[in-house]
């Protein structure tokens, strides 16, 4: 599926996510943070891969580049074959709207809206019809199995509930790239396994997954585990300890 | 967990009262302490409260400070002062041959007999005397007064001239010099303000001043001098001189004073030693601090007021007392303002409380009971209200000090120190009351702070109760049946007392208001969608802005329907003097010798001088019928009225006006009225009538009635009483015209005669003449008002004064009113208020929503996210208050409309229509109204989108 040194084997324009060589450096003179150096880093369609480090490798900083919310250094970042670095504000809106979604820890929805506006606001964004916006918004609820939820607000859902709300926003449209920073890490273990499940079925559908997570354990649904330290890949396994993997291996 | 503990926990073992007093008290000083640290934190924050609700308290404070001092300058203390000036300290304002007793301003004084009683004589000493009994270490300088005319124009003025040694630096401060300088020579003047302004001369003319005869009039020329500057003293109409321009001029004893410089301050016992030398004299020790046993106007020995004495003045004192109903209206519109300020500083308390939140949760978690947290915001709300009000009290004190530089302008020579009275302070903790006013709905909810909810950083509002909204409602309702039962009677304090319930009630609907809205709000668009859940999720503070913008939205309203209520009716019954664009002017004949008037002439040199300057111009004559008329020895009165009416100067020789519906008094303000002569253009140009048979009736001889109910069967009947000096009627002659009517509404003439028409005898001279002049197509009605004007200034100069036209020329303009101006401030009074409390809040919903923000970045928001929901949460602030307010303005509106509604009843013809109460116009200034409640919102979300950047927050660091 993938050599130890996958980044070179996957070529340019076959993964849905393409890091070459990125480098982000916050602030300059002595002060300044190298974040990332020299990221390397593809993930391909059905891909879902865990990225694990200490806090403040840069692992978010990873995150907010392939979405397009910060611009690299150096190096170059590519999603669905697009530089990001050659488009504007207006249009890397655009590509979030349409090919990337993202779930972070907490504070994902906006407790203004209902789960149901929630999940159709990448498509109200875009200027989808109401209706339409709504209609696919029930279909991604019912998909991470909340359809019961679609008029409830945030406030009045526990966190597994609000965190799979956010997975169906991240999917809704015809976006193929889910960012999670560490969806996770506000939930106990057992709904954290439900998030981490349907995140992998969502992968094993054909989407593609970049997963920050600082748990072995969840690191174990990945198809591959990207190590990071002091803003550089440290190593990289091939495959994971996933409890599939158990089963077959043994 | 929230907080259940009873409002006031339970001691948990006995502690003595005062032990309980004492300690709520150290509890509210470490309350305060912190208070104040955080309100120094949180400087801006601070400012902005304090200035709200500084600005209004400052004006009423600034009012009571002016009056107070305004009054000191009325009294007699500060009018010594003000003659003693700021170089001397005391001045001699007599001198007797006796022992004399004073009151310690000298406003009383005179001899005492022999058993130390106040004589009703005495006799002034001559003043070379009275000069040598000035102690010789006192150095002095003398100021006298004399009286002469001074002529300017036609008119003469008889003035004092204050004469004295400009150049002594003793005479410093007696006067304040407001154009050019004092005089240095015998041949320099100056003129005070009101003075100046009379005469109307510059500065750098010559005047020439005369004695007066017995009759006051101007005499022989005495001197000339030029006027070098314009300084007001403490007397007014007084002309300041050097000695030497005035003959002989040494002045009498009894216009003569010493201004003194004595080596200390004279006291009042060195006052009292002086009157035993028999002089009476003020200083500005006793002045400062009058001695305590005896009032400073009265006459007053070592210890005690003397008995009696010759007429003691009597200190003047201003009455505040105010009827009850007044006092409850005026109590009312009080209470709106508070209410107003304490809105408008709402959402700077809400913020406070969302700030402190996690404090309060902190202190909530270690045992603070729900009084604790109230008291913490209500502490930090009486640490701004004290701000305020000290603000208030300098603020006050500073603006009545700087105006005081401006004194001089106003003819006042000094201005004191600001006087603070004790009134200043009660006036200045309205700040205090309104700020704690403000603070009160946070501080409940903090009393109710939910600890984790808080930890975890919720926002703190309480639940929707909907018994408020119901209170809400009953106190709409209520204050509806109020202002109706004031409006239905026209009566202003149930007006006021509904219009306070109406708002309060107003206020307390909002919650539900806002919280529909939101949940009705599904289909708006994103931005809006978000700004109206997030204004129901924030409910305090959109509440406290929501209510500020519709009570302010409520006032105007309720003005402009009130006011366009009232210039529909003022405009239904205004009755014009004569056809639009028609020129009318008067003229009499003002000189000696009424017999000799020639009108014709004058006339005919009017008309020669329009048709120059106004090339085409029609003109209309028409004179008065009735007036003055010398019967023999006796001046007596014959004036014409209809039978049925009393004389219309039978009343203490005063005449009657308007008052009355059918008896054809003149308004005081037209000098044509009841019966006119005039001629055919007249009458056109004035009533705008031209039918052929009207003409014919005018040359005929017969009369044209303007009033119905003055024609009886044809005929108009016409009486002339003859009143003798005393003012009795003398006799009552009545005369029957054939008549026809032309019923047309014109203020002036009721009764309409022809030139040819012969009148009995004795029916008077014809009086004033008036011109009504119809200027050719092409000028504007200005430019023709101007050419009459110059014409009828031309005649005056012409004749040497004795034609004089009367006022001004009048140009019919039809009903005019300058109302546009007002009702345009009060729009942009709301716009304004809205927009500080749509802003204020918007600026913190844009705060609040950074995390939401930066979720919609992530999901794909375009970067204008952020402009449009701070653009959307404006216009919801705004939107409601304004809505809100418009509707609910129009009851209170249509109060006022009763209310100042035109109480005008049509006087009748000729007569101007008047005041009654009640109303039944109702006017609603609809395009004024659509401003506000469209407008104004849309206005302030534009500029919400203009200030707010773009940039949303991209990325965040959740770790
Ligand atoms: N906006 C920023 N300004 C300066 N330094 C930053 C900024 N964002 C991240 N960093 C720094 O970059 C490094 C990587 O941060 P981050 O990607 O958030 O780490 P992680 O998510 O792995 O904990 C850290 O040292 C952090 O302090
Ligand atoms: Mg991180």
Redesign the interface.
């Known amino acids: 599926m993938s050599t130890p040194n996958g980044v070179s084997a996957m070529g340019t324009g076959s993964g849905v996510l393409v890091l070459a060589d990125v480098t982000r450096v916050h602030g300059r003179g002595p002060t300044a943070v190298h974040a990332l150096r020299g990221v390397s880093l593809t993930v391909g369609a059905g891909e879902l891969v865990a990225v694990m480090g200490p806090?403040g490798s840069g692992k978010?900083t990873l995150l907010?580049l392939a979405?397009g919310?910060?611009h690299a250094t150096a190096g170059m970042v590519a999603v669905e074959d697009m530089d990001l670095d050659a488009l504007s504000?207006?249009q890397l809106?655009?590509?979030?709207?349409?090919h990337?979604g993202?779930v972070?820890?907490?504070?994902?929805?906006?407790?203004?809206?209902t789960a149901a506006?929630n999940v159709s606001?990448?498509l109200?964004?875009?200027g989808a019809t109401?209706c339409i916006a709504r209609r696919q918004a029930r279909e991604a609820l019912a998909e991470v199995g909340l359809l019961e939820l679609v008029d409830r607000f945030p406030?009045d859902m526990s966190g597994g509930q609000q965190q799979r709300v956010a997975i169906a926003?991240a999917l809704v449209g015809d976006r193929r790239l889910i960012l999670a920073?560490?969806p996770t890490?506000a939930l106990d273990s057992e709904t954290g396994e439900e998030v981490l499940r349907l995140l992998r079925a969502r992968c094993d559908a054909g989407a593609a997954g970049l997963l920050v997570t600082h748990e072995a354990r969840h690191a174990g649904w990945a198809d591959r585990v990207v190590f990071l330290r002091d803003g550089a890949v440290v190593d990289e396994t091939a495959y994971a300890v996933t409890p599939q993997a158990i089963a077959t291996s043994s | 967990m929230t907080i259940t503990a009873p409002e006031e926990a339970p001691p948990q073992r006995p502690v003595p009262a005062t032990g309980g007093v004492r300690r709520w008290w150290r509890s509210w000083r470490v309350a305060l302490r912190v208070a104040r640290r955080d309100a120094w934190r949180d400087k801006w924050r601070s400012l902005l409260v304090v200035a709200i609700i500084l600005a209004p308290v400052a004006v009423l404070t600034t009012i009571d400070v002016y009056v107070r001092t305004d009054n000191l300058t009325r009294s007699a203390a500060w009018q010594g002062m003000e003659r003693i000036g700021t170089a001397a300290n005391a001045r001699v304002v007599a001198g007797f041959t006796r022992p004399a007793a004073q009151s310690p301003d000298a406003s009383t004084y005179s001899t005492l007999t022999r058993d130390g009683r106040l004589s009703d004589w005495s006799t002034d000493l001559a003043v070379l005397k009275v000069q040598a009994l000035l102690p010789p270490e006192w150095r002095t300088t003398r100021i006298w007064t004399d009286t002469v005319t001074v002529r300017s124009g036609q008119s003469e003025w008889g003035v004092n001239v204050a004469v004295g040694d400009t150049r002594d630096p003793l005479v410093a401060g007696t006067y304040a010099v407001v154009e050019g300088r004092l005089p240095v020579t015998p041949s320099e003047v100056v003129l005070d303000t009101e003075l100046a302004n009379s005469l109307d001369l510059p500065v750098g003319s010559p005047l020439v001043l005369y004695s007066q005869d017995q009759n006051g009039n101007a005499g022989q020329p005495l001197g000339q001098a030029t006027i070098i500057g314009i300084a007001n003293g403490p007397e007014s109409f007084t002309i300041g001189a050097m000695p030497g321009l005035l003959p002989g001029d040494a002045g009498t004893a009894m216009t003569t004073s010493w201004l003194v410089e004595t080596p200390s301050p004279l006291t009042w016992s060195d006052i009292r030693a002086q009157n035993q030398r028999g002089l009476v004299l003020t200083s500005r020790s006793v002045l400062t601090d009058p001695p305590a046993f005896c009032a400073i106007d009265q006459a007053c020995m070592d210890d005690a007021p003397l008995p009696s004495g010759p007429d003691a003045g009597e200190a003047g004192s201003i009455n505040l007392s105010m009827r009850p109903d007044e006092a409850a209206a005026l109590a009312a519109v009080g209470m709106l303002a508070l209410l107003q300020v304490a809105l408008m500083a709402g959402p700077a308390f809400a913020v406070s409380l969302r700030r402190r939140q996690r404090d309060l949760a902190l202190i909530g978690a270690n045992g603070g009971t729900p009084t604790d947290l109230r008291r913490a915001i209500l502490s930090s709300a009486l640490v701004l209200g004290l701000v305020a009000a000290g603000t208030a009290v300098a603020v006050a004190w500073l603006i009545v000090r700087l105006g005081g530089m401006l004194a001089p302008r106003f003819g006042k020579s000094m201005w004191p120190n600001p006087v603070l009275a004790p009134e200043v302070v009660a006036v200045a903790l309205v700040a205090v009351i309104a700020a704690v006013a403000a603070a009160w709905v946070p501080a409940r909810i903090a009393g109710r702070t939910d600890v984790l909810h808080a930890l975890r950083g919720?926002r703190p509002s309480g639940p929707l109760r909907h018994w408020v909204a119901g209170l809400g409602a009953g106190l709409v309702a209520g204050g509806t049946g109020l202002i109706a039962i004031g409006a239905v009677l026209a009566e202003a304090v149930s007006i006021t007392l509904g219009l306070l319930t109406f708002q309060v009630g107003t206020i307390l609907l909002v919650p539900w208001l806002v919280n529909a809205l939101a949940r009705g709000g599904r289909?708006l668009p994103?931005s809006l969608?978000?700004a109206t859940?997030?204004a129901a999720?924030s409910r305090m503070r959109t509440v406290a802005a929501v209510s500020a913008v519709a009570a302010a939205a409520i006032g105007a309203t309720a003005t402009l329907v009130g006011t366009a209520s009232n210039v529909a009716g003022r405009s239904h019954f205004y009755a014009p003097r004569a056809q639009p664009g028609v020129v009318l002017a008067d003229i009499t004949y003002a000189g000696e010798h009424p017999e000799r008037a020639d009108p014709e002439r004058a006339v005919a040199a009017l008309r020669a001088q329009l048709a120059e300057s106004l090339p085409g111009a029609t003109i209309g004559v028409a004179r008065q019928l009735g007036g003055y008329a010398a019967n023999g020895n006796q001046n007596t009165t014959v004036v014409l009225h209809l039978p049925d009416c009393p004389h219309p100067m039978a009343e203490d020789g005063m005449p009657l006006t308007g008052s009355s519906e059918d008896c054809m008094y003149s308004s005081p303000n037209y000098t044509l009225s009841g019966v006119v002569r005039a001629d055919d253009q007249w009458y056109a140009a004035v009533t705008g009538d031209t039918r052929p048979e009207m003409r014919a009736a005018l040359a005929t001889g017969e009369a044209i009635v303007l009033d119905p109910q003055a024609l009886q069967d044809g005929t108009v009947e016409l009486a002339t009483t003859t009143l003798d000096d005393n003012g009795e009627t003398a006799s009552i002659r009545t005369t029957a015209l054939p008549a026809r009517l032309a019923a047309f509404n014109i203020v002036g003439p009721r009764v309409i005669v022809g030139p040819s028409t012969t009148l009995p005898k004795g029916w008077g001279r014809d009086g004033t003449v008036s011109v009504a002049v119809v200027p050719p197509a092409g000028p504007d009605g200005s430019s023709a008002q101007a050419a009459v004007e110059a014409a009828t200034g031309a005649l005056s100069a012409g004749t040497g004064g004795r034609w004089t036209r009367s006022g001004h020329a009048y140009l019919e303009a039809g009903y005019q009113d300058d109302l546009r101006v007002v009702l345009g401030l009060l729009v942009a009074g709301t716009l304004a208020l809205a927009l500080f409390a749509a802003l204020s809040v918007t600026a913190l919903a844009l705060v609040d929503a950074r995390?939401?923000l930066a979720?919609?970045?992530?999901?794909?928001?375009?970067?204008r996210s952020r402009r449009t929901y701070a653009a959307a949460s404006a216009l919801v602030v705004a939107g409601l208050g304004c809505v809100v307010g418009v509707v609910a303005g129009l009851v209170p509106g249509w109060a006022l409309a009763r209310l100042w509604g035109v109480g005008w009843q049509s006087g009748g013809a000729g007569v101007e229509g008047h005041q009654i109460p009640g109303s039944d116009f109702f006017t609603v200034p609809w395009l004024m109204l659509l401003a506000i409640a469209v407008g104004v919102p849309l206005i302030t979300a534009a500029v919400a989108w203009t200030f707010t950047r773009s940039r949303i927050p991209?990325?965040?660091?959740?770790?």
């Open positions: 806090s978010s907010n979405g919310l910060d504000a207006a809106a655009a590509v979030r709207r349409r990337v993202y972070f820890q907490d504070l994902n929805l906006i407790p203004a809206l506006e606001l990448p109200e964004l875009d109401a406030d926003r920073d560490e890490g | 919720r289909r994103l969608r978000l859940r997030d999720r995390p939401d979720t919609m970045a992530a999901v794909g928001a375009p970067p991209l990325t965040r660091r959740t770790d």
